[in-house]
């Protein structure tokens, strides 16, 4: 990896979805195997030049996930390398059956992305407010789960998803976002970033999407309080980093998970059962906890559902208090 971390909490000017639109339309170009199917939502994914540049390649399947989610299939069936759109709830919990059968358990290489990832779908209100997408497709075997958090960390794992042979998921922010890493920055999936670390670190801050600048925010409030913590992104959830995991834990004895998703089947999840399985550890969980969605601003929304760098530094000073 070759990461270039900006961290200024300073919102990007660009919409996120063109991290995914515009890579998508240089990969199309370069590779006639790429395929790409939609839920009338090209408008709002920023994706109309996809079917417009390659109409025999972008395919329009209308209000009906779970036929479309049948014709990404039979497109990778064919040997072609398909991503798969609509907001988070629809390409999740509307089409599960649908993709687990036809895609995953065929193995058929189908990338399913779903967007407005928890609070981001603000006003689109709780019906479309997906905070339990993740755990849907953390289920099926062998798949590929992410959840970036800028256009250059999407505009790069895009293009590995296409070159992985793999089958994923890959939730994102549609519209404004804060950025965190450089234009060119390169990752690795399955692989986390680790973005602050000394020898001095009481705790560790797990992280990834939306919650990786209030983790950024809770590490600079924590340094002014001197009490040191280390920060990783952990922007593929499936299959997690182990390694980096353990070793975290071992080091500062206390975990903190900060996630824009439910925790009693999210990021904390995942962490808490490599723990339990390689280091028990001291663990403080910082997401949605097990509630519905509902309308409203994301600042309110990530007020109401305790989503702030004030709610991680709450939680590493208690992780440190029960080493």
Known sequence: MNVKLIGKHEKDSRACRDGLALTLNEMMAQDKSICYVDCDLMGCINTKQLRKNYPDRAFEAGIAEGNAAGVAAGLAATGKKVFFHSFGTFSSRRCYDQIYMSAAYAGLTVHVLGSDA????????????????????????DAVVIDPVDYAQINCLTKKLAASGKFSYMRMIRKAFT????????????????????????????????????????????????????????????????????????????????????????????????????????????????RFGQVGPQDFLMDEYGLRAANIVAAVKKAIARK
Request: proline share 3%.
């Open 179 to 290: 950025t965190v890493y450089a234009d060119g920055s390169d990752f690795e999936i399955g692989k986390g970033v680790v973005l602050h670390e000394s020898d001095k670190d009481q705790a560790t801050i797990i992280t990834s999407g939306i919650m990786v600048d209030e983790s950024l925010k809770a590490y600079e409030a924590l340094q002014a309080e001197g009490i040191s913590v280390r920060v990783i992104d952990m922007f593929t959830w499936k299959p997690l980093d182990e390694e980096l995991v353990v070793k975290a834990a071992k080091e500062t004895g206390a975990i903190v998970t900060a996630e824009n998703h439910n925790v009693t089947c999210g990021l904390g999840s995942v962490v808490a059962n490599c723990l339990a399985k390689n280091a028990p550890t001291v663990q403080e969980f910082v997401g949605v906890q097990d």
């Open 118 to 141: 928890g609070v981001t779908a603000a006003f689109n209100g709780g019906t479309h407010m997906p905070f339990e997408d993740c755990a849907l497709y953390m289920s099926v075997p």
